[in-house]
């Protein structure tokens, strides 16, 4: 496995490249991936209590337990309500599927309009305090949605949706950047496959997907993108990506 650059995690440093598990099924074959790219190094995995119906985390629960410490494994709860009963269920239901009396990493999934983001961030604070959840982040969030969150309890990551065509997060990006906060992009491959991207890419025998992790890394230092894959040959690929310096030229051709 390829990608050298790292960044430090909570308590442990980590390669800049994770891995996102949305499209996870429980096979022979998905077991063994998962198992092959941890022994490998890969240092983070995320996934969410509704990901392929449960089945993202019931992958990675069968295939690691017990989750090594080296790697941060992340789920998210509340897609659907913000409630603190909901969330209690579902950190023990993330419990259970992972097989682990501790998740890395746990994130309210996003805000739930009906339910202050208070009551929500202090379910989940319940399950830091007793170590049940070592890490907590916040999902689908603006930086004011951030501060309320910091000021129930730290928050390690922040993950939203952004990439080299989708921006709307500029000011997120910049305050975890700031306050050494990782910030996470999901879907970071989405890129306009323009002459820019395409010339760039040819010019250090790479491919659009691998310039547009490339991009993201020089973006910001706290920088953690999770493209998704099954196929070990594809998530070599992606962290290769880390080993692509671009000039300051090529950024900002394509920024």
């Not at 496995?1 to 909570?10: E, I, Q, V, W, Y």
């Not at 691998?210 to 920088?223: D, H, N």
Request: hydrophobic residues 40%; charged residues 25%.
């Amino acid at each position: 496995m390829t990608g050298t650059a790292t960044l430090r995690f909570g308590d442990i440093d980590v390669q800049r490249i994770g891995l996102g598990t949305n499209r996870l099924r429980n096979t022979p074959a998905n077991l063994a991936f998962l198992r092959e790219v941890v022994a490998a190094g890969m240092g983070h995995i995320d996934t969410a209590h509704t990901y392929t119906g449960g089945e993202s985390e019931e992958t990675i629960g069968d295939a690691l337990s017990p989750i090594p410490k080296q790697c941060i494994v992340a789920t998210k709860g509340g897609w659907a309500s913000g409630r603190p009963d909901t969330l209690r269920a579902e950190i023990e239901e993330s419990l259970r599927r992972l097989r682990t009396d501790s998740i890395p990493l746990y994130y309210l999934h996003r805000p739930d309009p009906d339910t202050p983001l208070e009551d929500s961030l202090s379910a989940i604070k319940e399950y830091h305090d007793a170590g049940t959840i070592r890490h907590v982040g916040v999902s689908n969030v603006g930086i004011d949605q951030i501060e309320q969150a910091r000021a129930v309890v730290p928050i390690t990551a922040v993950q939203n949706s952004y990439s080299l065509s989708e921006r709307r997060h500029e000011d997120v990006v910049d305050y975890c950047a700031t306050e050494g906060i990782v910030f996470v992009p999901y879907f970071p491959l989405r890129a306009d496959a323009d002459t820019t991207l395409f010339e760039i890419a040819k010019r250090h025998n790479a491919v659009n997907a691998q310039i547009a992790l490339a991009w993201l890394l020089k973006r910001s230092p706290t920088m953690l993108p999770i493209p998704g894959t099954l196929s070990l040959d594809h998530l070599n690929e992606n962290l290769a990506a880390a080993e692509i310096e671009l000039s300051d030229a090529d950024f900002q051709a394509l920024r």
